[in-house]
Nanobody, 121 residues
């Protein structure tokens, strides 16, 4: 099995910064893409940022220039540096990863439990 554990959420004033972390643990052969999604109150879950095992990154238009995703492959950890936070960034942030247990066996989509980010105006 594999687990994703997020940390780093909290309450911050508009214009402030937070850094989220997500560490994968368990039986891991390799991790391809890792990313962050969020679900704001009353809205559907949306992609925030995603990073492949190479250097390909995708960001939601709403966070471009403010958020930066990065990985530490040795630690199986992905980070999300969030700067210039806005009240509309308030959401539960979820980590997601494409993980292989063996060279031929891929886990079903893996999600963390979520971490709440609240941005006050």
């Amino acid at each position: 099995q594999v687990q994703l554990v997020e940390s780093g959420g909290g309450l911050v004033q508009a214009g402030g910064s937070l850094r989220l972390s997500c560490a994968a643990s368990g039986t891991i052969f390799s991790i391809n893409a890792m990313g962050w999604y969020r679900r704001a109150p009353g809205k559907q879950r949306e992609l925030v940022a995603r990073l492949s095992s190479g250097i390909s990154t995708n960001y939601a238009d709403s966070v471009k220039g403010r958020f930066t995703i990065s990985r530490d492959n040795a630690k199986n950890t992905v980070y999300l540096q969030m700067n210039s936070l806005k009240p509309e960034d308030t959401a539960v942030y979820y980590c997601n990863a494409d993980v292989k247990a063996t060279p031929l066996l891929k886990y079903p989509e893996v999600w963390g439990q979520g971490t709440l980010v609240t941005v006050s105006s």
